[in-house]
């Protein structure tokens, strides 16, 4: 299987170590706070996060849209009452997601409301969420369209590993 991190952040602007240097959000909690002189405002977040919903949706179809299982569910925060469609509770350990609930599971995550990994049975396609706005995709392809859908959100795809995959 092949990994990517997808992620807002331009890999060009990282050092030698794999570090990204500019100063720049990394989470919901941000929202009102100022980074390098800009305010993040919640439209802001809210294109960003519908960006990242858009991609992996796209990378969830062009796998087959395979049902996905809930695994590592783990409770975070309470929910920042932003607009959109957002799973109000994570899903219990071992739950099927279905593609109808996804968007709304990856805003949750996104939004730090609960955290978990999806994968599918498989093991053709993953979905795993990490610190910062990173998510790990892990699948047999990406395809061109994942990865147009990724650039007009302003997104990057790199090849990496999920380091929230379980041992084979």
């Given at each position: 299987?092949?990994?990517?991190?997808?992620?807002?952040?331009?890999?060009?602007?990282?050092?030698?170590?794999?570090?990204?240097?500019?100063?720049?959000?990394?989470?919901?909690?941000?929202?009102?706070?100022?980074?390098?002189?800009?305010?993040?405002?919640?439209?802001?977040?809210?294109?960003?996060?519908?960006?990242?919903?858009?991609?992996?949706?796209?990378?969830?179809?062009?796998?087959g849209a395979p049902i996905l299982c809930a695994c590592g569910v783990e409770a975070a925060g309470s929910d920042p009452g932003l607009p959109g469609d957002v799973a109000k509770a994570p899903p219990l350990e071992g739950q099927a997601v279905r593609r109808g609930e996804l968007a709304a599971l990856i805003r949750a995550c996104l939004?730090?409301?609960?955290?978990?990994?999806?994968?599918?049975?498989?093991?053709?396609?993953?979905?795993?969420?990490?610190?910062?706005?990173?998510?790990?995709?892990?699948?047999?392809?990406?395809?061109?369209?994942?990865?147009?859908?990724?650039?007009?959100?302003?997104?990057?795809?790199?090849?990496?590993?999920?380091?929230?995959?379980?041992?084979?």
């Amino acid at each position: 299987m092949q990994g990517w991190r997808l992620t807002k952040y331009d890999p060009s602007r990282r050092n030698a170590a794999g570090h990204y240097l500019p100063e720049e959000w990394t989470s919901v909690a941000d929202i009102g706070r100022s980074m390098a002189g800009k305010v993040l405002t919640v439209e802001a977040y809210l294109r960003t996060e519908e960006a990242y919903v858009e991609t992996v949706m796209a990378f969830h179809e062009d796998a087959g849209a395979p049902i996905l299982c809930a695994c590592g569910v783990e409770a975070a925060g309470s929910d920042p009452g932003l607009p959109g469609d957002v799973a109000k509770a994570p899903p219990l350990e071992g739950q099927a997601v279905r593609r109808g609930e996804l968007a709304a599971l990856i805003r949750a995550c996104l939004r730090e409301i609960f955290w978990c990994r999806l994968e599918a049975e498989d093991g053709g396609c993953a979905i795993h969420f990490g610190y910062d706005f990173y998510v790990y995709l892990t699948g047999r392809d990406l395809t061109g369209r994942v990865r147009d859908v990724a650039h007009a959100g302003g997104l990057f795809l790199e090849p990496f590993q999920s380091p929230y995959a379980t041992p084979a």
